[in-house]
């Protein structure tokens, strides 16, 4: 009980919400994965297996770091960030990094596939954090160094979603710092013009954009994917199609357990049900903010804000993709897509939220 005795309602009902979505995402993540999982390896438990297995993992991170003093991540901030810059860069050594659908973003340990491009997120928020905790003038032309050799290597792999992701978690953290506005302002068009031109470079980015601009242009190939998630998205309709009752699982919707499985619940549980989810993803994001206010340090401040925007951008993105409302990214739904190095660094985040809340009760 020792955990809960300098919890208030707002920091139980924080840690509820995130674990009712984990335990709705185990669910869907079978439902979306027998077929495939039978049909590819003999195991129609496969998927969850794995997802269970990353939970447990995910779910200690979580304890340990919520009674983990935050305050002492200020003097780890910079081996943290030395290793995962070095992890990064190890993703490209021969026999070391996958290679996987074209894209160089993950190291095999033999027992653990990590993606480095998750834990570069929370290493450059604690870094950006403590860093920016004291008033010191004249750092944006190193902010926007570091910043920019973080995203140049996460490019490299490449991974434009998790770059979107981490720029725009940089900028906040930078804002919320107290940062002049005007720096801030003059980074969005060179930004702009940065990303059209990566987009104009790379083949896949800019299929993808043209698939966004005209859905129709190709059914079978460019614009399959997205032309499969507004089938799912409107098969769903109201109430949905019943739990378990996706036709789209059955191999049709590419992605169906990672980036795309917002596409399968809505089939499944209609427009009311979606809502439902993004009422309790928009709680965890108010309770984030709120205890970002009321951290009792400048560091707590940023990093509270800072994990909560890295949750809110990710939650955004990937709901603005699967609706057609932007491109599509690649980037995964927090908590509830398939995968491990996302997940135990989300429930890792979170728990550094509830260590900072915690101090704040207990102050």
């Known amino acids: ?127 950006l954090s403590a860093w920016f905790s004291t008033k010191e003038k004249g750092r944006l032309v190193a902010f926007l160094l570091l910043v920019g050799l973080v995203l140049g290597l996460v490019m490299l792999q490449p991974d434009m979603g998790t770059a979107i992701v981490i720029f725009g978690v940089s900028i906040m953290i930078y804002f919320l710092s107290g940062a002049n506005i005007l720096h801030i302002l003059s980074l969005i068009p060179v930004a702009a013009f940065l990303g059209i031109i990566l987009i104009i470079i790379e083949p896949y980015r800019l299929s993808r954009l043209t698939t966004f601009l005209n859905p129709g242009q190709d059914l079978q190939a460019s614009s399959y994917h997205l032309r499969q998630i507004l089938i799912a998205l409107g098969s769903g309709g109201l109430t949905g199609v019943g739990l378990g009752n996706s036709l789209q699982k059955y191999a049709y919707l590419p992605e169906a357990t990672t980036d795309s499985i917002f596409a399968i619940m809505a089939e499944e549980i209609g427009f009311i049900g979606v809502m439902l989810v993004i009422s309790v993803f928009l709680f965890i994001i108010y309770a984030g903010f709120k205890i970002a206010m009321r951290a009792r340090d400048n560091f707590g401040k940023l990093l509270a804000g800072g994990i909560i925007t890295f949750i809110a951008v990710q939650t955004v993105v990937n709901l603005g993709a699967q609706t057609a409302l932007i491109p599509l990214t690649g980037v995964p739904l927090p908590f509830l897509s398939y995968g491990g190095s996302a997940l135990i660094v989300n429930l890792f985040s979170i728990g550094i939220l509830i260590n900072i809340s915690r101090q704040i009760h207990h102050d």
Request: hydrophobic content about 60%.
């Open 1 to 127: 009980m020792r955990l809960f005795s300098n919890l208030k309602r707002l920091d139980l009902l924080l840690i509820v919400s995130v674990f009712a979505l984990i335990m709705f995402g185990l669910f869907m993540i079978y439902d979306a994965s027998s077929y495939a999982a039978f049909r590819d390896f003999g195991d129609k438990y496969r998927y969850i297996k794995d997802q269970i297995f990353w939970v447990i993992i995910g779910s200690v991170a979580f304890f340990v770091v919520s009674f983990f003093d935050y305050h002492k991540f200020y003097n780890l901030a910079l081996p943290i960030l030395i290793v995962s810059i070095c992890l990064l860069g190890a993703v490209f050594v021969p026999g070391l990094g996958i290679e996987a659908l074209g894209a160089r973003r993950w190291i095999d340990f033999g027992f653990f596939v990590l993606q480095p491009s998750e834990f570069a997120k929370i290493a450059l928020i604690i870094y």
